[in-house]
């Protein structure tokens, strides 16, 4: 047992428990990070060094070593970042004193133990002899008659559940074990060390990132020293099987991969990805072209997992109507403008009219309407009204599909919209574990962060979405994001480039503009400033400084201050006061 700053950490039980004796949930690999800090006396781990102790044998890039440290510091209550720091040229530490909880001897324990009711200590032994024989208790300090009894009612129990066993659902009974997934190696169309090297770095990462996903269990075959094919073993041992292969071009990699139903051989999902083949960082083209396949497989294998007995049709809903009507308005969610916006809302209360029981429609309205309550599109009457209704859907929705990526999704916006950002980030934490390269999702974890004034781990979050790139429509929103937090942060000239790439893939929002305006307007580049503040007054009209400014209910006090001082900016670029 180890102990540290309140907390207690037993090595035996792999827990982690707070200051009340209440274990704190930790995921094995974030587990065994912690215990290396702990029992490392004080000394500043590399990188390399922890990522080779966590991850031994398999390759892993930073995004999972970012990861545990992020989790851990969430677990530790460390957003200071005193305890888990980052040492000068790179490496952690854990910075406080680690005491050993001393064990009590067992003999000693023993002896001190109370004796049971009904019973004497021992006595010596000269004194055996004399004693009279008591009879023995057979079983938890029952009679030998109790415990006969008490067999027999045990076997009446399991007699009971194995006749009841035919008409009783396996979960009652059981759990059941999660299905398997079989990461193939990476097929290499090309017989050249680089394609062999890429394909294997690929598979590595695929089979990191699928092995996070909660509800699955990640098998990874290895072909036999002497060659042969490991398909046949794989089949015999998963559910499913993850194939692919990587084809490199002269200007790019692509990679192509699909989920096999193992038994049937029946294709779930087939998703590609694409790189530029001459991209300077390796790691970087290694990240998007797993994140651009692995983002898709893992949405897909998580509707199959999810999926439900088919509902009933409705009069006058056409077969896979809602399926078109959901991906239209999540392309609209993601990349939005104001017509489009008021286009995909139309199309979808259209399709939940003809159908009002669909869920999936249902949700994707509540999820939309969110992104215009974020956007203030709506009057404060019409958001009331749009909050309440998005409340009832999703509370609905998260009792029939508790681990549904798009409920989790629209849940955890549906809680930013409101300005409820710590229960945001739990949220949007459960979505990022059943696909870890949902940008969509890690865009929500920033935007948590910034309320909450942590403005750096807000910035390492959208850059981690930017390295993944996935779903490519929702793009704009962490490039805006990390445009936004460096203008927060008075890092205007880093600010520049993000705002710039967010408004060149996404230029009718105006929000996007304000800040450009603020950057440009601390940069001293006036004309622009100027500029872009009128073409931000054109896309919304009626702007001012009382306005311009995101809702602050629940915001920490270093946001509102940096707001205050990013509005300042935007009001010198020419933003009227009222």
Known sequence: MLRFAGFELD???AELRGADGTPIKLRPKTFEMLRLFATSGGRVLSKQELMEAVWPNVHVGEDSLFQCIRELRAALGDERRQLIKLASGGGYLLATEVEAAPESDPAQAEAARPDPPGEVAPLPPDEVAAAPVRPRRAWFGLSRQATVAAVAGLCVIVMGLAVAA???????LFRRTPPRLAVMPIADDRNDPRGAAMAAEVTARLTDGFAKIQNISVVAPRLAANGGDSSAASAASSDYELRGELERSDKSWTLRARIIK????????????????DEADAQLAQSRLVAGVGHGLARRLNEVLESRAPRPQAAG?????DKVAVEQALASINQTTRERFGAAQAMLQKALSDDPDNLD?????ASLQLRGIQMVWFSPEEAVAVEARANATLEQALRSKPNSIPVLEATCRFLSATNHFVESLVTCAKALSFDQWNGSALYLIGLGQIYLGRFDDALATFQQADRYDTPPASRWTWLLGAGMTYALMGRYEEALPWLQRSIAITPGTG???FLLAAAYQRTGRLEEARATMQEGLRLRPGTTKLNVSPPMKNASPVCVAAWDRVVQAEVDAGLPEQ
Not at 166 to 172: F, G, N
Not at 262 to 277: K, N
Not at 317 to 321: E, F, H, I, L, V
């Open 166 to 172: 035919p008409v009783l659902k396996p979960d009652l």
């Open 11 to 13: 090595l035996p039980r």
């Open 361 to 365: 429609i249902a949700v994707a309205l």
């Open 317 to 321: 809903a056409s077969a896979g109507g």
């Open 511 to 513: 929000r996007s503009h």
């Open 262 to 277: 193992a038994a049937t051989g029946e294709v779930q999902s087939v998703v590609a990805a694409s790189v530029t083949a």
